[in-house]
């Protein structure tokens, strides 16, 4: 019999993921690939205007042409939906949120925003048809920028007051932070803007909706990260029991956030379906998604910070203006307010304030993206202590090393409400400037500028914390927020001892079939290749809370560890009965219940689950088979976090800026599969450096989108990319018994300060001390010319 100490360990261990053959074979099938005969082509008609009001509609010509089935108008579809689209956190009693319905009726409140449906045969069909479709509007003064609307003096929604959808505050004692920065020795102030980003998932947004013959049931199929949220939301709004429908969410090619949400295109394919009872589908166009798809970030930033002569910060006070943009969708008022008790960083702060303004603007809505809150936070605050640093004349990394929580203080009771599960902030920055070589950086750094090099060096350094695993539920009850932060899964042992897991997560790049087939197989001894993972189906996985905010493991895979603990458990009740011993003389150990001290007293799990499916020599009153679920509801958050640092040369004559090296190091707990969490975080850092050097979403002063197309829109690839050097250090979170906090934000979080911080670095002898985000070689260029002009 195998010893214990000599079983082979599965997590941890690097191991290919078992989704990748069939996603690079081109076997898996995505939405738009499914073949639904029958399926009739949604077209949208989008307004061309952000503000406008709504003259006239003539759908008669589109009506009449080849292969058009029908169209319909807004006030054509009002009987459809049992209220407004959704938006799941209201994250306060007196939040403005105008009604949101797929079709706009009397007016147009962003570019993009649908007016008219027309549903044909094919999809030229229903293109050509569109095109056909005459909508006079009458044009209205749009509310674009932030600080504008603010101030009221142009309205976003003609029925509104004002541009203010909330307010919100976390101000835990104000006394305290007024009498940081009376009695401060030096305060800095900066303002910082986050450019709004354009989601590009690989995959476009697709959906079907495929009703029944008989009619009244509806499997949907969509390209979503939320099957269960997505099918409770669809019932609540059409006015369908959720008995009724079937929410699937196939291969999906990514979503960053995007997918995150109900979207009008899927209730608008229920609705048709529905009414003309055959399947509805829809793809978007890549220019159509820039528009109609949401959009992330959208922020203006003020942060102070108060600190001693020594560079201990007492106080950070933060007030935000967050774009709502037109509307609100699912969770868009909650996306600022997930950073808003992180704006004082890995930092041992004594006073924290901060406000949030939520302002509507004639822009594309807003809503999660990859972070969401949490890198806007630590942009924040990572630039801010920059700013600290140069004010007291002090190295970034020094200004840091003054002002981490202490290890020792962990758990550690954050001034904003929050209890840092674990972490070694001090034991992480030195691995990530030791990796780097920092002094002799800091050493070419001096010599070039000696030199006149006009390929000048800069060094960003950047601390993150994030918080992960959203929970408990009650918690998010707290703030409002309008679903549980649990997760569900059933662990079942098939007759043949093979085993099926069931998730409620639902992955869309992440790996889950993979890491979650390596949790059980750990667990009971077994080979990976015998579990099957299923998820993304609510027939086959009724409960569920998705995938989004790196939850996915601390939650979900926590659920599956724990069903298969308790699988264990009901296997050793058998064995203990049919091998006549108490349960507390059972050992589990590869794969048998073997008695303690005696390990040729053996059962194999195999002949368990054989027996417990036949049911012929079971203990009285225990139920045949070998299956557990749970749903898992965390106590608490779980707490990456990390050292990013990078590397930039700045061409002086030019103002490029190209990113030479990057280092990182994370700290994101027990790893399940190394080469999961390398991925996630080379996606993270690159999606995060696409901020700082790239993307950004560009409106001229009447509210078109100018850059709608890949062509007119940056998205880095691997040529602008170094090779990431990754490191980890590990701290393992208490509060699951994986000791797993969460990466799939990670990357993301901790690069876009360090690079603009390496980019001012680079430029700081010239009396640079910001760049705003993308740092692009004009905006770089113009900085430098102001410089030497002074």
Not at 102 to 112: F, K, T
Not at 228 to 236: G, N, W
Not at 317 to 345: C, E, I, N, S, W
Not at 385 to 396: G, K, N, V, Y
Request: glycine share 8%; net charge negative; proline share 6%.
């Amino acid at each position: 019999m195998t010893d214990p100490a000599q079983q082979e360990q599965i997590i941890g261990k690097r191991r290919i993921r078992r989704e990748d053959p069939k996603l690079l074979s081109g076997e898996n099938r995505f939405a738009d690939d499914l073949v639904v005969p029958g399926a009739l082509h949604l077209v949208v008609v989008r307004s061309p205007h952000a503000h406008a009001r709504i003259q006239r509609i003539d759908v008669n010509a589109a009506k009449s042409m080849p292969g058009v089935v029908g169209v319909f108008t807004g006030k054509d579809l009002e009987s459809e939906w049992a209220g407004p689209m959704p938006c799941a956190w209201p994250v306060t009693a007196e939040m403005k949120n105008p009604a949101h319905y797929p079709l706009a009726v009397e007016y147009v409140h962003y570019a993009g925003e649908g007016v008219v449906a027309v549903v044909a045969r094919s999809q030229v069909e229903a293109v050509d048809a569109a095109g056909a479709v005459i909508v006079d509007y009458e044009e209205l003064p749009p509310v674009l920028e932030l600080e504008e609307a603010v101030n009221d003096t142009t309205l976003a929604h003609e029925e509104l007051e004002s541009n203010t959808s909330f307010v919100w505050a976390l101000e835990p004692n104000p006394d305290a932070v007024d009498a940081a920065f009376r009695d401060a020795a030096v305060t800095v102030s900066e303002r910082f803007v986050q450019q709004r980003l354009i989601p590009a998932a690989m995959e476009p947004r697709a959906m079907v909706v495929v009703p029944s013959p008989m009619g009244g049931d509806y499997t949907v199929y969509s390209s979503t990260q939320i099957p269960h949220v997505l099918r409770v939301m669809l019932a609540l709004t059409a006015g369908i029991s959720e008995t009724k429908l079937r929410v699937i969410a196939p291969s999906v090619g990514g979503g960053f956030g995007s997918k995150l949400d109900v979207y009008a295109e899927e209730l608008l394919c229920l609705a048709l379906a529905r009414r003309m009872r055959q399947p509805v589908r829809f793809t978007e166009e890549r220019g159509e998604g820039t528009m109609a798809t949401i959009h992330g970030r959208g922020q203006v930033q003020h942060i102070e910070l108060a600190a001693n002569a020594d560079g201990k910060v007492t106080a950070v006070r933060v007030k935000l203006l967050a774009d709502m943009g037109a509307y609100l969708q699912l969770v868009t008022p909650g996306v600022p307010l997930l950073g808003a008790f992180l704006y004082h960083g890995v930092y041992d702060v004594g006073a924290y304030s901060f406000t949030c303004t939520g302002l509507f603007t004639n822009k594309t809505p807003t809503d999660a993206y990859r972070g969401a809150g949490r890198p806007e936070a630590t942009y924040a605050i990572e630039r801010a202590m920059d700013s600290l640093a140069r004010r007291l004349e002090l190295d970034p990394a020094e200004i840091r090393r003054r002002n981490f929580i202490a290890a020792e203080k962990f758990p550690y009771q954050s001034v904003a409400g929050l209890v840092f599960d674990s972490g070694s902030y001090h034991a992480n920055l030195e691995k990530a400037l030791d990796n780097a070589g920092y002094l002799d950086l800091r050493r070419e750094q001096e010599q070039r500028r000696a030199a006149g090099n006009p390929r000048r060096l800069g060094i960003g350094v950047s601390c993150y914390v994030e918080m992960c695993g959203l929970a408990p539920s009650r918690v998010l009850a707290s703030l409002n927020y309008g679903a549980g932060g649990w997760e569900a899964a059933t662990v079942r042992i098939l007759p043949t001892s093979k085993v099926q897991v069931v998730t409620g997560t639902a992955p869309h790049g992440q790996g889950h079939e993979t890491s979650w087939s390596m949790i059980v197989a750990d667990k009971l001894g077994i080979s990976p290749d015998d579990v099957e993972v299923l998820h993304s189906d609510t027939a086959i996985a009724p409960y569920g809370m998705d995938t989004y905010g790196s939850r996915s493991l601390s939650v979900g895979g926590t659920a599956v560890y724990l069903a298969t603990e308790r699988v264990i458990e009901k296997a050793m009740k058998i064995a203990a009965h049919q091998m006549e011993v108490a349960e507390e003389d059972l050992e589990y150990v590869g794969a048998s219940f073997r008695v303690k001290g005696s390990p040729e007293q053996q059962l194999p799990l195999a002949a368990i689950a054989f027996e417990a499916f036949t049911a012929h020599n079971l203990p009285d009153g225990l139920e045949p088979n070998l299956e557990a679920s749970i749903s898992w509801d965390p106590p608490n958050f779980t707490f990456p976090n990390g050292t990013h640092i990078a590397v930039v040369e700045v061409d002086e004559e030019t103002g490029h800026v190209q990113l030479v090296r990057y280092i990182a190091v994370d700290d994101c707990g027990n790893q399940i599969n190394p080469l999961i969490v390398e991925g996630q975080v080379h996606g993270g850092i690159t999606q995060g450096v696409a901020q700082a050097l790239y993307e950004e979403a560009l409106y001229d002063s009447s509210g078109q989108l100018l850059n709608a197309s890949l062509a007119d829109y940056l998205v880095p690839s691997a040529c602008e990319m170094p090779s990431f050097e990754l490191d980890s250090t590990v701290t393992p979170s208490p509060t699951n018994p994986l000791g797993v906090k969460g990466v799939g934000e990670a990357g993301t979080i901790g690069s876009a300060p360090a690079v603009i911080n390496a980019v001012v670095d680079a430029l700081s002898d010239l009396g640079v001390t910001d760049c705003p985000m993308p740092a692009t070689p004009e905006r770089v260029y113009q900085l430098i010319k102001q410089a030497s002009s002074k």
